[in-house]
Nanobody
Framework: QVQLVESGGGLVQPGGSLRLSCAAS????????IGWFRQAPGKEREGVSC????????YYADSGKGRFTISRDNAKNTVYLQMNSLKPEDTAVYYC?????????????????WGQGSQVTVSS
């Protein structure tokens, strides 16, 4: 059974950091592109970052460029999203998703598997 489990969310002050983890089971994540998405209250889910399964290429939405770093540990079947210099507008539920292909995409419908989400709240 394919499963993605996010962890690492929480409450952080503006300017702080969090590292989200996405642990995969039921499949080998190094054959899947893994994306991070987020959904703020009243807004549509949007792509944040993605890491390919072929050469480890990484992609970032403008919202996270220079502040977020995505990485993967294939031995642990886990993908991470390091978020620095967090802003109140980063507050959202963060989801990881997997698609059985090497290429990245920010298209929601291109992902077959989704985690349950992890709440990130940036507030003083």
């Amino acid at each position: 059974q394919v499963q993605l489990v996010e962890s690492g969310g929480g409450l952080v002050q503006p300017g702080g950091s969090l590292r989200l983890s996405c642990a995969a089971s039921g499949f080998t994540s190094d054959y899947y592109a893994i994306g991070w998405f987020r959904q703020a209250p009243g807004k549509e889910r949007e792509g944040v970052s993605c890491i390919s399964s072929s050469d480890g290429s990484t992609y970032y939405a403008d919202s996270g460029k220079g502040r977020f770093t995505i990485s993967r540990d294939n031995a642990k079947n886990t993908v991470y999203l390091q978020m620095n210099s967090l802003k109140p507008e980063d507050t959202a539920v963060y989801y990881c998703a997997a698609r059985p292909t090497t290429a990245c995409s920010f298209g929601l419908k291109r992902y077959d598997y989704w985690g349950q989400g992890s709440q990130v709240t940036v507030s003083s």
